[in-house]
């Protein structure tokens, strides 16, 4: 079965992926503390240098302007909703899983 990645993070998405295929399957949340970017633009341009998936996209839209603006924002929009006096919390689904 496929997975998209941003349904990784749903529960009951992960417990169908694994069915019975796990005998154990134990589920929890946390949050990784960001505190490297300042300002929106640092995190867009971090992301677009350095983050390989962000880094495909630029290249794939790199022949159209409109698009790349269009990401740009995207990604600076994305970091002033979650950027607080210089931090972010990245929230993230723990799963630890025994082979059936």
Request: charged residues 25%.
């Amino acid at each position: 079965m496929r997975s998209r990645p941003p349904l990784w993070g749903d529960e009951d998405h992960v417990r169908e992926l694994f069915g019975d295929r796990v005998d154990a399957l134990t589920l929890g949340r946390d949050a990784v503390v960001v505190n490297r970017f300042a300002t929106p633009g640092q995190f867009r341009d971090f992301f677009a240098t350095h983050y390989g998936p962000t880094v495909a996209v630029y290249r794939a839209n790199a022949g159209d302007p409109e698009r790349t603006v269009g990401l740009d924002r995207a990604l600076t929009e994305l970091a002033a909703r979650h950027l607080a006096g210089g931090v972010m919390r990245w929230e993230y689904l723990l799963v630890t899983a025994r082979r059936a």
